[in-house]
């Protein structure tokens, strides 16, 4: 069965500094991946997505993703944190027809 | 804009009560979904629907049903709540295909007490 792991529940960096997010799958197929942001008390936005092409993949809000297939990851990237990315990241696989399979989640503190 | 409406953001129902929590979608999309979000597990979905009148068991059914009589809604149902069923309660949509994206409401916060 498809599987996404997230490994860091918690993850603090300061304002300014670079983030990655870790993300790895279990899929046996070519996989659609997903990253949505969760802002406290609200629904989930799409960040950015992946289908195939160009492993490098840029989304909303400065962030971007990278497809490693060799080692079933795609982490999130930032390279400078704004305070306001304060919220909770999801990486989820599209397992059947939109059907997704989402990670535990990673919540980011920003600290000024 | 895409809009996913939740028209109950906070509940709280007692344990044996009947709830229905309504999802309203206006980008005309074919499939809907419910998931449940709680701490440490992220979402799990509990049923799907692909067509009006269709709905599909997704990985947590159990104490829950769906009813879509209209293309645009697609109603969770709690049939008798219990306690462990407290947690936020999203409902998304998406046209068909691999890949589409799914397009999420802000969320039913359920209490059962």
């Known amino acids: 069965a498809q599987s996404v792991t997230q490994p860091d529940i918690h993850i603090t960096v300061s304002e300014g500094a670079s983030l990655e997010l870790r993300c790895n799958y279990s899929y046996g197929a070519t996989p659609y991946l997903f990253w949505y942001v969760q802002s406290p008390g609200q629904g989930l936005q799409l960040l950015l997505k992946y289908f195939s092409g160009d492993t490098l993949v840029q989304g909303i809000k400065g962030f971007e993703a990278e497809f490693k297939r060799s080692q079933s990851s795609f982490n999130l990237r930032k390279p400078s944190v704004h305070w306001s990315d304060a919220a909770e990241y999801f990486c989820a696989v599209d397992s059947d027809g939109n059907k997704l399979v989402f990670g535990a989640g990673t919540i980011l503190r920003v600290k000024s | 804009d895409v809009k996913v409406t939740q028209s109950s953001r906070y509940l709280v129902k007692r344990t044996g009560e009947k709830v229905f929590l309504e999802c309203v979608q206006d980008m005309d999309h074919e499939n809907m979904f419910w998931y449940r979000q709680d701490p440490g597990l992220g979402l799990r979905l509990i049923y799907f629907?692909?067509?009006?009148?269709?709905?599909e068991k997704g990985d947590i059914p159990e104490g829950y049903s769906v009813s879509r009589e209209k293309k645009e809604r697609f109603s969770l149902i709690l049939e008798s709540a219990s306690t462990n069923q407290t947690s936020m309660y999203l409902c998304?949509?998406?046209?068909?295909?691999?890949?589409?994206?799914?397009?999420f409401g802000e969320g039913s916060w359920l209490t059962v007490v």
């Open positions: 998304a949509s998406s046209l068909p295909g691999f890949g589409n994206t799914i397009y």
């Open positions: 629907s692909y067509d009006v009148k269709m709905k």
